[in-house]
């Protein structure tokens, strides 16, 4: 058997032509992208018709859609998974930080795609109105470059860059920041992040891009805000109104809790390879059970 946990072509190829039972399970969002995108969707959705994959799993509502939307893969054959679900942060947020020196933090992988450049032009453009503003950012990454970038830009001390974090720190630095920002630009192929339900747990206020594996998941102005992928200056927007609009923020904050909770959808993780490596055939119709179409979707 093999999980695949990436749409690896030639992987899922090897696996369909050996024979060997595989669950591709994905965290990506599927595009059409013209006559190259079309043609690759193509060989795709006819690779996963070889009787070898019983279901393929994606993370996430619009990512699993996207599967049927784009990739033409039958409903009832696509399954949705989620993560185990957070803890939610108990004690209450402290009072306001400085509208003068708000703090802002990513996580993830340090790449321009995921908006990091877009970041550090938004804190640049901040510098103008928030003298103080700062971010700090943790994950995988090319550190000197990003540090070189920052500096090219006059941000000085205003920008960390933390490297890999573990989980807990970047949890404690969530709780701290006065917002979170998941600012992932559209050829970014994202599920759903986990930083987006870290904030939410941390109770945080979240900004996020109109990335569109977030459309629909979030409710702009009541659970996070968002601002237009790319866009840094609609982006520094976001974050000063985060700084200067306390109702705003305690807003964001108290539907932090709903607004995570409704966001699990299809399997969890662990049940979701429990059930595979059971049945890898499908023969208890555990794949149907658990498809877009039983949960209505």
Known sequence: ???????????????????????????????????????????????????????????????????????????????????????????PRPAAADPFAPTSFFAGGLEESKGVGDCLDAIAKLHGSVSSAT?????????????????????????????????DDVRQRMEAADGVIVPSRHNYGEGLPNTIYEALAACTPLIISDHPAFEGRLQPEE???????????????????????????????????VAHDSLYIGMEWTALMDAYLSDPQNQTGWVQQNSMTALGL
């Open 1 to 91: 058997m093999l999980i695949c946990r990436t749409p690896h072509l030639e992987a899922l190829k090897w696996a369909a032509r050996t024979g060997t039972s595989t669950l591709p399970n994905f965290a990506d969002i599927f595009w059409g992208g013209g006559l190259k995108g079309w043609a690759k969707n193509w060989r795709f959705r006819r690779l996963m018709s070889a009787p070898v994959f019983s279901c393929v799993s994606n993370h996430s509502l619009n990512a699993s859609r996207s599967l049927v939307d784009v990739g033409g893969l039958p409903a009832d054959k696509v399954i949705p998974w989620d993560w185990s679900r957070l803890s939610i942060r108990k004690a």
């Open 135 to 167: 971010m700090a950012f943790a994950g995988p990454g090319d550190l000197d470059i990003w540090r070189a970038r920052a500096e090219a830009l006059g941000l000085g001390q205003a920008i960390t860059l933390l490297g890999r974090l573990p989980h």
């Open 223 to 257: 659970t996070c805000l968002m601002f237009r992928a790319g866009d840094s200056d609609d982006l520094a927007a976001a974050m000063r109104r985060i700084a200067n609009d306390p109702v705003l923020a305690a807003r964001l904050t108290a539907s932090a809790p």
